[in-house]
C-alpha cells in the first residue's frame, strides 16, 4: 500500500533555512507528480508545490515562489522541500502528496496525503 | 482568505442530510474538476470526492458531490458520528501561472 513519510520538521529561527523530505514506498515513485501542501495550526489547507513526475516540471504557490524550492530524487524514492528564508507565517504541519494520475502533465489531484511534518519558524 | 469559500461550521443530529457548499468562479471551480477532501481530528486530509462527483473506492455512498456552473457542495445522508470532522474543497485554478486552491474548510459537527 502507498505509504508517505514526511521528516526534516523542527523549530528554526525567522530567515534560516530548513529541507524537508517525503519518503515515498508502495508504488513507482517515478510516475506520479507529488504535492507539498500546508496547514497552518487552527487553519486550513494551503496548496505549496508541485513537481511533476520526471522533475521537469515545478509550480509554487506565490506566498513561497522564490524561496521554496521541490525536487525530486527518484533513485532514492524521495521528495524534497528546500525552505529558505523562512517566515513566522510559514510556520505550519507540511504534508506530502501523491498525484492521483500517472504520468500526467495536466493538474490532478492529491490521493493519498502524508502524516506532515510540524515546522515552527520562531526566534 | 481562501479562495474558494465555504461556510465555516455545519451541524446535524445523527440520520439527517447535510449539505457543505463551496464557491468559486471561472478561472478555478467554473472550468475546472471540484474534488472534496475529510480531515477527521489528529489526521491528515483524505480524499473523498474527485472529479465532482466521483467516489473513491472505500467511501460510503452516503457522501456525493455536485457542481453547477461556480459552486459545488458536498452532501452528506444518513449522518454518524464519525462524520464530525474538517472538509475541504479543492480546485486547479487557471489564474496566471495555476495553481491548486482550497476552500477554508468547514467544520461539521454531528448533535
Known amino acids: 500500500q502507498v505509504q508517505l513519510v514526511e521528516s526534516g520538521g523542527g523549530v528554526v529561527q525567522p530567515g534560516r533555512s530548513l529541507r524537508l523530505s517525503c519518503a515515498a514506498s508502495?508504488?513507482?515513485?517515478?510516475?506520479?507528480?507529488m504535492h507539498w501542501v500546508r496547514q497552518a495550526p487552527g487553519k486550513g489547507l494551503e496548496w505549496v508545490a508541485v513537481?511533476?513526475?520526471?522533475?521537469?516540471?515545478?509550480y509554487y504557490a506565490d506566498s513561497v515562489k522564490g524561496r521554496f524550492t521541490i525536487s525530486r530524487d527518484n533513485s532514492k524514492n524521495t521528495l524534497y522541500l528546500q525552505m529558505n528564508s523562512l517566515r513566522a507565517e510559514d510556520t505550519a504541519v507540511y504534508y506530502c502528496?501523491?498525484?492521483?494520475?500517472?504520468?500526467?502533465?495536466?493538474?490532478?489531484?492529491?490521493?493519498?496525503w502524508g502524516q506532515g511534518t510540524l515546522v515552527t519558524v520562531s526566534s | 482568505q481562501s479562495v474558494l469559500t465555504q461556510p465555516p461550521s455545519a451541524s446535524g443530529t445523527p440520520g439527517q442530510r447535510v449539505t457543505i457548499s463551496c464557491s468559486g468562479s471561472?478561472?478555478?471551480?467554473?472550468?475546472?474538476?471540484v474534488y472534496w477532501y475529510q480531515q477527521l481530528p489528529g489526521t491528515a486530509p483524505k480524499l473523498l470526492i474527485y472529479?465532482?462527483?466521483q467516489r473513491p473506492s472505500g467511501v460510503p455512498d452516503r457522501f456525493s458531490g455536485s457542481k453547477s456552473g461556480t459552486s459545488a457542495s458536498l452532501a452528506i445522508s444518513g449522518l454518524r458520528s464519525e462524520d464530525e470532522a474538517d472538509y475541504y474543497c479543492?480546485?486547479?485554478?487557471?489564474?496566471?501561472?495555476?495553481?491548486?486552491?482550497f476552500g477554508g474548510g468547514t467544520k461539521l459537527t454531528v448533535l
Open positions: 513537481i511533476s513526475y520526471d522533475g521537469s516540471n515545478k
Open positions: 472529479r465532482n462527483n
Open positions: 479543492a480546485a486547479w485554478d487557471d489564474s496566471l501561472s495555476g495553481s491548486w486552491v
Open positions: 502528496a501523491k498525484e492521483a494520475l500517472v504520468y500526467s502533465r495536466v493538474p490532478n489531484w492529491f490521493d493519498p
Open positions: 508502495g508504488f513507482t515513485f517515478s510516475s506520479y507528480g
Open positions: 471561472s478561472s478555478n471551480i467554473g472550468s475546472n474538476y
